[in-house]
């Protein structure tokens, strides 16, 4: 079992920078690749970015190459994800996820214009 709890949402002007943590408790979260979700109102979940279990693979969605960065430090149990100019349409509620099996309650990142 992976419990999983991500921090560091907020508002935030167009143009700045957020990063968001995700907290893993959980003897195996080593072994699991992470990712990041979003969903915004009225819209589906969409991938934003992911690593693997030694972070030597990463892939990103395509609307954040470039701005975003993902990150994790197995020692912490933490997964990051540095948001760098920040655009009114990536406001949505941002969730980690563990290998799409296990997932957090998500975090609400809004950009204002």
């Known amino acids: 079992q992976v419990q999983l709890v991500e921090s560091g949402g907020g508002l935030v002007q167009a143009g700045g920078s957020l990063r968001l943590s995700c907290a893993a408790s959980?003897?195996?979260?080593?072994?699991?690749?992470m990712g990041w979700f979003r969903q915004a109102p009225g819209k589906e979940r969409e991938f934003v970015a992911a690593s693997s279990w030694s972070g030597a693979t990463i892939y990103y969605g395509d609307s954040v190459k470039g701005r975003f960065t993902i990150s994790r430090d197995n020692a912490k149990r933490t997964m990051y994800l540095q948001m760098n100019s920040l655009k009114p349409e990536d406001t949505a509620v941002y969730y980690c996820?563990?290998?799409?099996?296990?997932w957090g309650k998500g975090t609400l990142v809004t950009v204002a214009s």
């Open positions: 959980g003897r195996t979260f080593i072994r699991y690749a």
């Open positions: 996820t563990a290998s799409r099996n296990y």
